[in-house]
């Protein structure tokens, strides 16, 4: 098989079909080489994407939009609100695993990380996963607050905006690949006002794909804005086991390069929050 098939064979699984082409091609990058058969590029390539994007998503969530819009096409559902389970932000945050296992400590986190920006912020999630659903926990501590998640997984980003719509948030998903810094960095630029990035359980999927990518984007994204928070997960997000390494690498690259403001954990999660150094 030639390139052009082995990515469209790659892409055919669904949960693969909506990624950034850039993503699919820096993961069969790392397989593409001689040692390895077609079956087996295609195979390893899958199970890396599986890991970078997939594991932490229940294949419930990725089917509410087309379940809802199927239901309204055939009438099922005559009422604009539709099926109140699926619109349920915990139901949601529940059936991601980052999500979920955040979800008991979000008022103590944001109430935490946003004590500087109470009157008003805009939120740049990357990585989102599903945490858009948690706004109610952002209105709670900021009066006004806008949110833009990037995530790599369209079905996520359609789920957000759909309900963003829906309940009239003031909030969007942006379909997007965060080893496109141009365009992130375009994101960033064009709001005015406070602005803070979550960086929430997504660096290591960055690495997975290309090493020390996350140092670059944090060079380049950090003197953009107000405050950068970065998040670890402390244990195994799917063994649950507890993770061994200490991740110095980026403390020391952060502590370095930055003003290290906040260290700490909350639940199974570490966050280091920081900002651009003052001269
Ligand atoms: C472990 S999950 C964390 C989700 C969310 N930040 C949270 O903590 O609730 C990592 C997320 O990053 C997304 N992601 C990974 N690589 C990405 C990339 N290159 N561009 C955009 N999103 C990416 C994945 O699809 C996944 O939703």
Same mark, same amino acid.
């Given at each position: 098989?030639?390139?052009?098939?082995?990515? $469209? %064979? @790659?892409?055919?699984? *669904?949960?693969?079909?909506?990624?950034? #082409?850039?993503?699919?091609? !820096?993961?069969?990058? &790392?397989?593409?080489?001689?040692?390895?058969?077609?079956?087996?590029?295609?195979?390893?390539?899958?199970?890396?994407?599986?890991?970078?994007?997939?594991?932490?998503?229940? $294949? %419930? @969530?990725?089917?509410? *939009?087309?379940?809802?819009?199927?239901? #309204?096409?055939?009438?099922? !559902?005559?009422?604009? &609100?539709?099926?109140?389970?699926?619109?349920?932000?915990?139901?949601?945050?529940?059936?991601?695993?980052?999500?979920?296992?955040?979800?008991?400590?979000?008022?103590?986190?944001?109430?935490?990380?946003?004590?500087?920006?109470?009157?008003?912020?805009?939120?740049?999630?990357?990585?989102?996963?599903?945490?858009?659903?948690?706004?109610?926990?952002?209105?709670?501590?900021?009066?006004?607050?806008?949110?833009?998640?990037?995530?790599?997984?369209?079905?996520?980003?359609?789920?957000?905006?759909?309900?963003?719509?829906?309940?009239?948030?003031?909030?969007?998903?942006?379909?997007?690949?965060?080893?496109?810094?141009?365009?992130?960095?375009?994101?960033?630029?064009?709001?005015?006002?406070?602005?803070?990035?979550?960086?929430?359980?997504?660096?290591?999927?960055?690495?997975?794909?290309?090493?020390?990518?996350?140092?670059?984007?944090?060079?380049?994204?950090?003197?953009?804005?107000?405050?950068?928070?970065?998040?670890?997960?402390?244990?195994?997000?799917?063994?649950?086991?507890?993770?061994?390494?200490?991740?110095?690498?980026?403390?020391?690259?952060?502590?370095?390069?930055?003003?290290?403001?906040?260290?700490?954990?909350?639940?199974?999660?570490?966050?280091?929050?920081?900002?651009?150094?003052?001269?």
């Amino acid at each position: 098989m030639n390139h052009a098939e082995l990515f $469209q %064979k @790659i892409t055919q699984k *669904k949960e693969f079909s909506q990624l950034p #082409k850039k993503d699919v091609e !820096l993961a069969f990058e &790392k397989f593409d080489k001689d040692q390895y058969g077609d079956e087996e590029k295609v195979k390893l390539t899958r199970d890396l994407l599986r890991k970078v994007f997939s594991v932490f998503t229940s $294949q %419930k @969530i990725l089917n509410i *939009k087309d379940r809802d819009e199927d239901a #309204k096409s055939k009438r099922i !559902l005559r009422r604009p &609100k539709l099926n109140p389970k699926f619109n349920s932000n915990e139901w949601i945050l529940k059936k991601h695993l980052s999500t979920k296992e955040r979800l008991p400590y979000y008022e103590e986190l944001y109430s935490k990380l946003l004590k500087d920006f109470k009157k008003s912020v805009t939120i740049f999630d990357l990585g989102a996963g599903v945490n858009g659903f948690s706004y109610k926990y952002l209105g709670n501590v900021v009066k006004n607050f806008s949110y833009i998640g990037i995530e790599a997984m369209k079905q996520l980003v359609d789920l957000m905006n759909y309900h963003f719509k829906q309940e009239k948030i003031n909030g969007k998903a942006i379909h997007e690949s965060l080893f496109e810094i141009v365009k992130i960095k375009k994101y960033v630029k064009q709001v005015k006002g406070a602005k803070v990035i979550f960086l929430f359980k997504t660096l290591d999927s960055l690495e997975m794909l290309r090493r020390n990518y996350s140092k670059e984007l944090l060079r380049e994204l950090v003197p953009l804005v107000d405050l950068v928070v970065v998040s670890f997960a402390t244990r195994s997000l799917v063994k649950r086991t507890k993770f061994k390494v200490k991740r110095n690498w980026i403390v020391n690259f952060i502590e370095e390069n930055f003003d290290m403001l906040d260290d700490f954990e909350l639940g199974s999660e570490r966050y280091l929050s920081f900002r651009q150094a003052s001269t």
